[in-house]
């Protein structure tokens, strides 16, 4: 059977991959460059038996696709900036409540209103810290059109494994580019789901962890009539004001990350083995630094790419390696200056790192790259 | 997991049920009892006479602790 | 053994509840679990949601499937609920304040959309949990703790923006009305579409003493003596009415529910080419 190859907008395979994921409800709110996301979605799931709606606003948007998610079925909303903002206090409730559903941010010109149309990366520090108090963060990056495809089905896959909100930090370029796309056979696609309990009802402790410090999740309607809430809960998911459950809950819910960060980062390297210059990029820039290593390499310049996959949590041992060996990292982004901050936090002992920072609502192009590179040699 | 147990609290007077842990004094069930069948004492519901209750169930309907409530009736049957 | 119907349909190792010594609340919680009870919901299916506040806590309690959720966001919770799974029943239950201030967005949406939620408001005109803030349905000149002089907004009428908004069952009923309550939270589920209760509760711990309103049993007392039922009230003269609010059922008017037109569209469209 020969795979189905399609010219596909970013925006468009994200909801190509939700659906092979089990997306079965999408609850949003318009806004540019994500739109394109809750149109198709309004349109395909109808067609699997799926359901969609359009909500009054963006925290109405997150809010349902949570409630969606306790019924048993993969949700998901996609936003911009603002759109991001106004989601954050129910993106904190998914991490406490510990319920799977995926949020994509099509990132653009903030801060603000900014520029609607333009790409910008300028949510990436918002994506860790962004909702208030200690949470567990996993947020992916992808960097072409099919790679969009594959991390929103990873996206889902890790949101069922852990139990939590998974971001999907996407960019206008990224969003609204089209490219060729070979969509893989639905038996070549790995699906995890969430665990369910499989003892009696009055047994079920919902927020009682196994070794994975994940607790199985019963759906609403299924016979175990819990109870969620945003308060701090102990196992059994009711309120508690002891000093100890709080303690216990918090960390728990970040280590959910810690112990299984060998199985949640990624990242992709590029001609990194004799590298004396790292690229430190991601997302659409990611694409520039590309063409960047291939004029420089051609002027025999030994420059190489890190790109993380998983921003977060960061790749933070590959990335001390790299940077052990380098002369420098050179980190273009589009922002003043954001996931450079980890990499100076992590390498600066041991290298150079020069930053090269875009807000004005273009892309970088690769000969900036070339330019800043050529300037640090 | 065992659930909490009641703690012996309840004070079963036939006609009427109290739990007098439950109870937190408000005073509405004796306020709006028709018969003035109960008393509030020490802060807590209790019975002033209970052949005056005629177990219309106006205290268990208003009571906002559930801590009040009409007992078997004389011609129910058992379970 | 508490009583059979919070044996049956309470939380009951988490009593007793944590409201204040004659707070509304309890009694108006307990009127819904007759109602279920009446109707012969199965737990399984029932969801209650709530947003934040007082009233908020009273899912805690309830042995259905439970939702805790932010300060004014219940409905659209539900929402994403009733849509993923339309077989689900879902209660909503929040304050004054959660549902018309912070979440009065979500409020007048889902009374559009005549989605099947059975929402009930405990007003108790203020806010609670948060020390006594005065909130969109605190009377004109009452005060708060942030209306130290007196409150100078004009409430609102719950029911009245319900209606408006599109909900096809409205009504109101009072802790005093107590049975009232049941009759319409019942009514409220069989309809299949929105529809919202507004149940006046009394908060006399802030609400009473900060307007001098007295205790639990005076709050009771003046919801008695002030509540005209709306089909006697039809009969009254202004001057009768002075100082009176009506209470009973005030819309019964189904519509095409959310969730089934929704289904339409799966049913006409499934299986066609994605």
Known sequence: MSKKVKLMQGNEACVEGAIAAGMTFYAGYPITPSTEIAEISAEKLPRIGGRF??????????????????TGAKTMTATSGPGFSLKQENIGYAAIAEIPVVIVDVQRGGPSTGQPTSPAQGDMMQAKWGTHGDHPVIALCPSSVKETYDLTIRAFNLAEKYRMPVLLMMDEVIGHMREKIELPEASEIEIINRKRPTCPADEYLPFKPEADLVPPMADFGAGYRYHVTGLIHDETGFPSNSTDVADKLIRRLVDKIE????????????????????????????????????ILREKGVKVGLFRPITVWPFPEERMIELAKSAKAIVAPEMNLGQMVLEVERLCSKYTKIEKLNKVNGEIIYPEEIVAKIEEVL | MEKKSIKGSEVDHGKLIINTEWCKGCGICTAFCPTKAIELKGEKVTVADIEKCTQCGLCELRCPDFAIYVGRKKNEQKG | MPSQLVEKYFRADHLPQIWCPGCGHGIITRSITVAIEQLGLDPDKVCVVSGIGCSSRAPGYLDFNTLHTTHGRALAFATGIKLANPELKVIVIMGDGDSTAIGGNHFIHACRRNIDITTIIFNNNIYGMTGGQYSPTTPKFDKGTTAPYGNIDKAFDICDLASAAGATYVGRATSYHANMVTTLVKNGIMNEGFSLIEAISGCPTYYGRKNKKGGPVEMMQWQKDHAVNITAAAKMTPEQMEGKFLIGEFKNKPEPEYTKEYQRIIDSIKGSDV
């Not at chain 1, 709606?53 to 998610?69: F, K, R, V």
């Not at chain 1, 390297?269 to 063409?291: H, L, M, Q, S």
């Open chain 1, 259 to 294: 112990i299984n960060k060998k199985d949640i980062i990624t990242w992709e390297e590029e001609n990194t083995e004799d590298a004396d210059i790292i690229i430190f990029a991601y997302g659409c820039v990611a694409r520039a630094a590309k063409t960047a290593i291939k």
């Open chain 1, 53 to 70: 709606i359009q909500m009054e606003d963006e925290i109405a948007g997150i809010a349902a696709a949570i409630g969606g998610s306790l």
